[in-house]
């Protein structure tokens, strides 16, 4: 005997769609703004967040040699990786040591630290991403922007460039997108009690 198909779902309700165009715009705030890398500004002091690997690291740097014989760079890590980071940099460094263990955090930083690097009138300011959307990147960009909010741009793992400059903007959109995911799974998911999101008119039917 054939197994029944399952049936086939109603057509989506004004609220059903009202969700994707939410999860639409959401998605755009999340997104990084790409930048073609000769708009980035090598012939300035150039500030380096290293918040990615080692070898993230290396990639960067030779990036920077490409598009600076000189560099006017400058990084900050945690001191036990001062002497590799030298080693790999081949050029000269202003080196500014991460007082802690751990995540980077700008409560971490002392004042007199941020506030020379505010006076340095950095051109670009860089983070390192292992990925290529800006995630768990929140704490760095924070710290980042504190040193110079315009001009944030993160190195992606494809080799390419995007633009920071509305970290914030994709913060917020990330925590609502998360919490409309739990309202979602929660109230409207088809395999949660209160089933899926029906047209009227397929309520009516369901209910004649």
């Known amino acids: 005997m054939p197994a029944e198909s399952a049936p086939a779902p109603g057509p989506a309700s004004q609220a059903g769609k009202s969700i994707g165009i939410v999860l639409d715009t959401l998605l755009r705030d999340m997104s990084l703004e790409a930048v073609h890398v000769d708009r ?5 002091p150039i500030f380096v967040l290293r918040s990615a690997s080692m070898e993230r690291m290396r990639a960067f ?7 600076a014989s000189a ?3 400058h990084i900050m890590s945690h001191a036990r990786d001062e002497s590799a980071i030298r080693a790999i940099a081949h050029c000269d460094v202003t080196f500014y040591a991460y007082p802690v263990s751990g995540p980077y955090r700008l409560e971490n930083v002392p004042a007199a630290t ?3 690097l505010q006076s340095v009138g950095f051109g670009t300011l860089f983070l390192l991403d292992a990925g290529t959307s800006g995630e768990r990147l929140g704490d760095a960009e924070k710290l980042l ?3 110079g909010e315009h001009g944030m741009v993160s190195f992606l793992a494809d080799g390419t460039y995007a633009a920071l400059s509305d970290w914030r903007q994709r913060r917020r959109a990330e925590s ?7 309202w979602y799974q929660l109230k409207l998911d088809p395999g949660f009690p209160d089933g899926p999101v029906l047209s009227d008119e397929a309520r009516s039917a369901g209910g004649a």
């Not at 740097?61 to 598009?67: K, Q």
């Open 114 to 116: 941020v506030d020379r």
């Open 176 to 182: 609502a997108f998360l919490r409309l995911m739990e």
């Open 71 to 73: 560099p006017k760079l």
């Open 145 to 147: 922007a504190a040193i």
């Open 40 to 44: 980035l500004l090598w012939d300035r």
């Open 61 to 67: 740097l030779g990036e920077i040699l490409v598009h």
